[in-house]
């Protein structure tokens, strides 16, 4: 999934407004965070394989460290124990853990049985959403706009983040419907870029929002 995670930020970033927008949505994306730096590094791989599913042309060969249960349920951990000892104890990281699982949970509803429960790399599960296009975008499009209208529902919120919303409703369409990638590396190096981008710009828009 793509906007099924941010989704999932809108959620957890209404839910507790101590919880910055941008830091929920590295939190809900923190598998894809990792994975660039793993991927460049030859540790893990992808194919580019048009065709391979009905939404996205990847083919996600061997990805255990960075999208396993176990290990995504760590990094979920160790990023709970750092903003916390940041912040202070703030309760707001209580919920940088479940965010992260819930990036596996959704790439498990969504994948073929390729995504690992362990970081050797197996049991791979996976329940194949993206076998169905129309399906992909319907589930995708309406969790996406359940969150969007809970996080707006009563706030005042200002172009930046309604500017926000737009880039990610255009890089889902690009993802889906624009050409294969040209290379492995130019996904690698396009994955790196997106998360800060989205840390910033997110954090920003939502500071204005007022209830």
């Excluded at 853990?97 to 390729?114: F, G, I, M, Q």
């Excluded at 419907?177 to 590396?185: C, D, L, Q, R």
Aim: hydrophobic share 55%; proline share 9%.
């Amino acid at each position: 999934m793509f906007l099924g995670h941010f989704a999932a930020g809108l959620v957890a970033s209404r839910l507790e407004p101590r919880l910055p927008l941008g830091t929920a949505f590295i939190a809900a994306q923190l598998p894809d965070v990792v994975w660039p730096y793993l991927l460049l590094a030859g540790v893990e791989r992808v194919t580019i394989a048009p065709g391979d599913t009905a939404v996205t042309p990847l083919r996600f060969d061997h990805y255990p460290w960075s999208h396993s249960l176990l290990m995504v349920a760590a990094a979920g951990v160790l990023f709970t124990i750092v903003y916390g000892f940041v912040f202070r104890g703030s309760r707001a990281a209580f919920l940088i853990a479940p965010l992260a699982v819930s990036h596996w949970l959704l790439d498990a509803a969504s994948h073929r049985a390729d995504v690992p429960l362990l970081p050797r790399g197996g049991p791979l599960v996976g329940l194949g959403l993206w076998n169905s296009l129309p399906l992909t975008l319907a589930v995708e499009g309406l969790t996406f706009a359940g969150a969007l209208w809970f996080f707006a529902h009563g706030r005042r919120l200002r172009w930046p983040f309604w500017a926000l919303i737009v880039l990610l409703l255009l890089v889902y369409a690009a993802a889906v419907f624009g050409p294969p990638p040209p290379s492995v590396k130019a996904i690698a190096l396009s994955s790196m870029a997106l998360p800060p981008l989205l840390w910033f710009w997110a954090n920003r828009a939502s500071r204005s929002a007022q209830d």
